[in-house]
């Protein structure tokens, strides 16, 4: 009987949480978008594929604002934009090196 019973048990906790996680579910991880970082370019190595900007705090990487030298993810980023512009720009650091991993005009 005992045996009976604990089956019982679980199968009412299993469909009692059956709602719960179809709800959970149903609805789509909401992916964090990246807070993008604002600056200004100072200069582009189109051969060396890196952008130097001149850019406001990085939070992700407590890093007060500077100028610094970045590689570029993608070498189409770097027709993109030209020394001058100012860009809100993204930065993960990919083997060692800090790298614009998404670039665009500021508005």
Known sequence: MTRRMMMIAAVIFSIADAPMLAIAQSQPAQAQAPQLINGEVTKIDAEAGKL????????KFDMDGMTMVFRAQDPAMLKAVKAGDKVRFDLEKIQGQFTVTKIEKAK
Do not use: D, L
Not at 52 to 59: F, L, R, V
């Open 52 to 59: 130097t900007i001149k850019h406001g705090p990085i939070k």
